[in-house]
């Protein structure tokens, strides 16, 4: 058991490392990424519970009792972002597909990684936890109007199905998360956050395998358009991060700032093939997989940036 625990503290202190490897063996057995596909709804809601367990409930308590800052942030990420970026997008003139995935994902909710990786980048994981549920309650309400009315695409949506369907998911994790906490208790909580990190990585390195699910076929078919999708789902994470972590940098401090443009830069894409009808643009759901590459690599990329932004904050 010690030397379990000694592995999981090692692999959650290098987590921006091993994510990426979790790529490289989605793409090497194709066989492997299809038959775990079953795989990414129960991981998710596992990937949360963790999240929920780790999160420092106290700084929870602080925001909810002032919520407008987290809910002004978490709606500007909603409908500010997209607003901005479509514009950009469209004068780029780059393919049409691309250019309606990129407005998308801007418009989609935070994913539920980010609530863990930001803690491995000395981000304010209570804040990111907390914008990625209330982004996550709010998405079937602003999602359907702004691709009807940005991109016309009718979602045919209902909100109250999706709604529950994400109702499920935070509720199934919270359950859990509270019953790691009763079972451990306070103290052996807070000596078991270092393992719950490692835990964290290893579903997060699990989660990815059935995400690449196809992508070599896709490759294969296509390689050069694969990589512009590849390197336009980068920018996206990036110009979403930047604009909001820009736009509060006047009112908040730097760490609040910097978690919500983080939020905004990692958006749940896969919610996207839940949602989208099957007339939708193939290049969407080409995107979808494409923008994965970046979720697991950006943070080892952003990790440098933020660790001469931040100082080593206690606690989170």
Request: aromatic share 8%; net charge positive; charged share 10%.
């Amino acid at each position: 058991m010690d030397l379990v625990a000694h592995v999981l503290r090692h692999m959650g202190g290098r987590a921006t490392m091993l994510l990426p490897f979790s790529l490289a063996l989605g793409i090497a057995f194709q066989n492997i990424a299809a038959a775990t596909r079953p795989m990414v709804g129960p991981l998710a809601i596992i990937l949360l519970m963790l999240a929920l367990a780790r999160t420092d409930w106290a700084r929870v308590r602080a925001l909810l009792r002032q919520p407008g800052a987290a809910i002004v942030l978490a709606i500007a990420q909603l409908i500010l972002v997209p607003l901005i970026v479509w514009p950009i997008w469209q004068a780029l003139g780059m393919w049409p597909g691309l250019i309606a995935a990129l407005c998308l994902s801007a418009m989609g909710p935070g994913v539920i990684s980010a609530a863990t990786t930001a803690g491995f980048l000395r981000l304010d994981t209570s804040l990111a936890l907390l914008m990625t549920l209330i982004t996550n309650f709010l998405v079937p309400f602003t999602l359907p109007p702004l691709a009807l009315g940005l991109l016309g695409l009718d979602l045919k949506l209902s909100a109250t199905d999706l709604s529950l369907r994400l109702a499920f998911i935070a509720g199934t994790a919270f359950a859990g998360a509270m019953l790691i906490r009763w079972w451990l208790g306070p103290a052996r909580l807070r000596d078991a956050s270092p393992t719950l990190d490692g835990l964290s990585v290893i579903v997060l390195m699990v989660f990815a395998i059935p995400l690449m699910d196809g992508i070599v076929a896709r490759a294969e078919a296509d390689p050069w358009k694969l990589a512009g999708f590849v390197a336009g789902s980068f920018a996206g994470m990036l110009m979403t991060n930047m604009v909001l972590a820009l736009a509060a940098l006047p009112f908040l401090e730097r760490r609040v700032a910097l978690t919500a443009g983080y939020c905004s830069g990692f958006r749940h894409n896969a919610l996207l093939m839940a949602v989208l009808p099957v007339t939708a643009d193939p290049d969407i759901f080409l995107f979808i997989a494409a923008v994965q590459i970046p979720i697991y690599v950006m943070p080892a990329l952003l990790q440098p940036i933020y660790r001469r932004l931040l100082p080593v904050a206690p606690g989170d």
